[in-house]
């Protein structure tokens, strides 16, 4: 599907609006911010170009604002750019952040059509422990998030993404990162 032109997504005072935001009202506001803008039928390449235009502005390099445009440009099939977004979206190597990277490595596999990649990728992500105030339990961790509100999660994070991408290698983005084939590849039971 063609996408809209900009104007038609964002106009000029609702632009200089966003970009003004803090960057927790820009990325993190799930009803505002650049999601209001993907949210809109043929306006993800609007909302991409927002969250670039947004790390310009601010001088930002916020490895989450590179994943979230990068995610965009995936959905849009521009695989080029979202692997070069997707890369600038890696965090320093530490303990904490190895879940992290080996998500954006099968991410990238994904988008390069790497299978031997994704699934290397894919098992160093499960082979990631939780930090030790967490217990896994049925494969899932309950996390504290900043509101103090209880969360269950499957341990390691994003193992069903990735899960998704590696039972749909052959599709789009957009369909391997869905639910269904989270679930397992298409048509098994």
Known sequence: MPSAMAGDCVSVPERERFLALDEDAFDQDMQGGWRAVASEPHCQEAAADLIRDW???????????????????????????????????????????????????????????????????????????????????????????????????????????VDGLVNCVDASYDTAYGSTCRAGPPGTP
């Open 55 to 161: 790390r310009i502005r601010h001088q930002s390099t916020a490895s989450i604002l590179f994943w979230h445009e990068g995610q965009i440009r995936a959905s849009l099939e521009d695989r080029e750019a979202a692997v070069a977004l997707f890369k600038q979206s890696y965090k320093p190597a530490s303990p904490g952040t190895t879940a992290w990277n080996a998500y954006v490595d099968a991410s990238i596999a994904f988008l390069t059509r790497d299978k031997p990649a994704l699934l290397r990728a894919r098992e160093n992500l499960r082979q990631v422990n939780p930090p030790p105030e967490y217990e896994i339990k049925e494969g899932r961790v309950e996390i504290e998030m900043s509101d103090g509100r209880r969360h269950s999660i499957r341990w390691p994070p994003n193992i069903d993404v």
